[in-house]
């Protein structure tokens, strides 16, 4: 997760850069700078994260799905115990 937010401000400073070499320098010119940055390397990175973007949600899902899977199984283990206990109970 840190390495697709590294390589994405990589990219955002990188339009900086350039458009501050551009010319986009002045005071006045700053919110262009940031807003030119921003579109820029939005665009940028989308298609050329395509592949990192791809792993972390693939890694995100499977920590879900694993999550999920741990929780069904402590409510499995929790109904058995609950049926066992009933079990070993006198019904009066």
């Known amino acids: 997760m840190a390495r697709y937010a ?12 350039a458009l ?7 005071p006045g010119q700053r919110w262009w700078l940031l807003i030119g940055s921003a579109l820029g390397s939005a665009v940028v990175s989308y298609f050329v994260l395509m592949g990192p973007r791809a792993k972390l949600s693939a890694k ?26 009933d079990q ?3 019904r009066g």
């Open 6 to 17: 590294v390589l994405r401000l990589t990219i955002f400073f990188g339009f900086i850069c």
């Open 60 to 85: 995100i899902a499977s920590r879900v799905d694993e999550r999920a899977r741990r929780l069904e199984q402590s409510h499995k283990d929790e109904i058995d115990e609950d049926v066992e206990a």
């Open 20 to 26: 501050w070499l551009l010319g986009l320098r002045d």
């Open 88 to 90: 070993d109970s006198p």
